[in-house]
């Protein structure tokens, strides 16, 4: 009794020792910043991940108990009720909250780590994997502090459920029946996009089961339970159904059910449509097309949004093992170290799961890798106690071998700690201008603006957007894309139009939640719904005759801002792939001409720009490789002492292709084509030119201007 004693309380100094050591990592950007002012709002540090801003939102309108209908606020969401419960109970201010719950909640996954560790009866092993993984690159990215999303328990989940399983089938004792079933449900509550993953540990189970231990009721036990707690119902429904079977399977005289109750389960999981998430997910990041077809009567095509992102690219493999290990030799050790992990206990096969998707990031880009780190973790943890188990039996010297491998492990991912200084997702100037907006606008309003500052806007301005982090599919990214890189008449007019039908959409679906199914009205995307509605068969032709004068308004319910941040410049070619093609066919059209030089130098005669081209000062010209070409007008921006926009304009050749813009204050140049000149964008941002009877100046300053919709 006294040696399992002993091991307990090891265990809990252990994961002690590793929670506090991740706290503290977490806290070097902290320490950074904390003299950075521009980084701060409301006296405290912002988060730096733009998602959060999503779930930020549902926790203060669940903590207000003000959520307007159809404001896509995600009150219902388990991140945004865990967050207003804790800013209910703690003495903490609500920004604070944010910025601190990656810090804490993220170091939990040291617990799973040294209790699987522990299962396995080597302590040790657990620990040094425990200081890995809470701090390897990609693990680190995502739950540093202030980066307030799911994958602060998004892994820490799945270890405990990985911990469970092994427990499981390592003791047969009935609990881990029920603790395995909750962990599915918690993560489920979680992260709903967690059906992959629990499938996937479903799979493993029952191959292990069927090879190495068939004859074992408990395994078809727990393969039901299991089953039970991933059927695609409501959430208090499985777990009343898996607290029942659970009783069941207590008592000894309903063992002969056991088989038809994993029966019934599989059944249920189908029926229920169980495995289309799963098919979604993998459509969504393997089974990647840069052109999506509509589903809708007219077959329209639209760009796919998985191409624009980065963290579902594909990625080096020394970036890939860096990113998982800290370096391509503790991967290659971990990679080691986990083979003879498998070898030595057979439990560990039911972390293939996290590995696999982990190793999803060669295909399905970075963002994956983050699910290999705690595993690969305890391989290269394994590889250092195994391989000092090897070397000498001296406690002295073992501890020693111990401490030294272990901080060359870790060295490579402290020193990425130390030099990973991102920014916060706005600055303080910037919120400033939301916040302003906020007492300007109503909650029914709408702000036009890219799907990367929507959760922000929503939060800051508490306001409505068309796009945002979670809603960014082609189809809808289409009509910002084309408000953006028009002309601000044709923009006007389609941005009354989609806020309108979009809050047309919404009326329809409610009333067909009360329709039977006979009833229902058919509801398509809002570019067909518009082109059917004014008479057109092709959509191409409906964008057409926006540039007319012979389109009647649907009738105003509501104000629109748009929200025109500088930070844009970077991504306006981007956001120009979206409505830059053909809506029938899904060809695309020609890229336009678009240049940001920022690191340029300066001769006496020019002015080099990069990318081979250059500025000549003398003559106006451009040089673009050999080729020397005429400009339209040379443009210079800059701010007078009352931070008023001003501008000289000196055209040059009114049939030349291309324009050069100077912001001086920016220390930017921009070389554009006439199109993308006389862009909403490039007009009303850059040079804050708006069409008076259009719009309305509300907000103008250097870093984003607001303007207020007329029509």
């Known amino acids: 009794m006294s040696s399992i004693t002993k091991e307990t309380k090891l265990t809990i100094f252990y994961i002690l020792v590793a929670f506090a050591f991740s706290v503290g990592v977490r806290m070097i950007w902290m320490y950074q910043f904390a003299d950075f002012e521009e980084f701060k709002y409301a006296g405290e540090l912002m988060i730096n991940t733009n998602d959060g801003y999503y779930y930020a939102e549902g926790a203060r309108d669940i903590l207000s108990g003000i959520s307007q209908e159809n404001s896509l606020s995600p009150i219902t969401s388990a991140p945004s009720k865990l967050t207003a419960f804790f800013a209910a109970i703690l003495p903490f201010s609500f920004e604070s909250i944010l910025l601190y719950m990656p810090v804490f909640l993220s170091s939990l996954i040291v617990i799973p780590v040294i209790l699987i560790a522990k299962g396995l009866k080597n302590l040790e092993m657990g620990f ?61 509550w979680w992260y709903p996009q967690s059906y992959s993953l629990e499938f996937s540990f479903f799979g493993l189970i029952l191959f292990y089961t069927l090879v190495f231990d068939r004859k074992n009721l408990y395994n078809y036990k727990l393969l039901a339970i299991m089953m039970l707690a991933m059927i695609n119902l409501d959430g208090f429904a499985r777990l009343g159904a898996v607290l029942a079977v659970f009783y069941i399977f207590k008592q000894t005289k309903y063992q002969k059910f056991t088989y038809a109750i994993l029966a019934l389960s599989v059944v249920a999981f189908f029926v229920t449509g169980g495995f289309h998430p799963i098919w979604s997910q993998l459509k969504g990041y393997v089974f990647q097309d840069a052109i999506i077809a509509g589903n809708d009567g007219l077959g329209l095509h639209f760009f796919s949004v998985m191409q624009t992102v980065r963290e579902a690219g594909q990625i080096p493999f020394e970036v890939f093992a860096q990113r998982i290990s800290g370096h391509v030799i503790t991967f290659m050790v971990s990679v080691l170290g986990f083979l003879y992990l498998v070898y030595k206990h057979k439990v560990m096969l039911f972390s293939l799961p996290l590995i696999g998707l982990g190793f999803l990031a060669s295909v399905g880009g970075l963002r994956f890798t983050i699910y290999a780190v705690p595993v690969l973790a305890l391989g290269g943890a394994f590889f250092i106690t195994e391989l000092t188990r090897f070397i000498t039996n001296k406690q002295s010297v073992k501890y020693f071998a111990y401490i030294m491998l272990t901080v060359a492990i870790l060295y490579p991912n402290y020193k990425h700690i130390e030099e990973y200084k991102v920014p916060t997702v706005f600055n303080a100037e910037e919120v400033k201008i939301l916040d302003n907006l906020s007492k300007i606008a109503s909650r029914e309003d709408y702000v036009v603006a890219w799907w990367d500052y929507g959760y922000p806007i929503r939060y800051y301005a508490d306001v409505k957007t068309l796009i945002d982090g979670g809603k960014h599919e082609g189809s809808v990214n289409f009509a910002v894309s084309f408000m953006l890189t028009n002309p601000q008449d044709v923009a006007a007019k389609m941005a009354r139009l989609d806020v309108e039908f979009t809050e047309k959409a919404f009326e329809i679906q409610k009333a067909n939640e009360e329709r039977n199914e006979s009833e229902k009205i058919p509801l398509s995307l809002n570019i067909e719904e518009m082109t059917k509605k004014y008479g057109f068969s092709d959509a191409n032709d409906f964008l057409l005759s926006l540039q007319t004068d012979t389109l009647e308004m649907p009738k105003k319910t509501r104000d629109i801002y748009f929200y025109l941040p500088f930070r844009m410049l970077e991504i306006y070619p981007t956001v120009t792939m979206f409505s830059n093609l053909n809506l029938m066919n899904g060809e695309k059209g020609t890229p336009p001409f678009y240049l940001v030089s920022r690191n340029f130098q300066e001769s006496q005669e020019n002015i080099y720009l990069g990318s081979d081209i250059a500025f000549n000062k003398v003559d106006k010209t451009l040089t673009i ?39 001086s204050a920016y220390q930017t140049f921009l070389v554009v084509d006439e199109q993308t000149y006389n862009s909403l964008y490039v007009q009303m941002m850059v040079l804050e030119e708006c069409e008076t009877s259009l719009f309305e100046k509300v907000v103008m300053s250097p870093h984003a201007k607001v303007y207020k919709l007329k029509i």
């Open 625 to 663: 490789g050999a080729q020397k070409i005429a400009v339209r007008r040379f443009v210079l921006t800059y701010y007078d002492n009352m931070m008023q926009l001003q501008k000289n304009v000196h055209t040059l050749n009114v049939t030349a292709p291309l324009s050069v813009i100077y912001l």
């Open 128 to 188: 040094i994997a425990a200081l890995l993984a809470s701090m390897a690159w990609s693990y680190y990215n995502r739950t540093m502090i202030g980066y307030y999303d799911t994958d602060m328990l998004n892994i820490v989940l799945p270890m405990f459920l990985l911990w469970s399983i092994i427990w499981a089938i390592n003791t047969n004792e009935e609990k881990y029946l029920l603790i395995t079933a909750l962990d599915i449900l918690v993560y489920r």
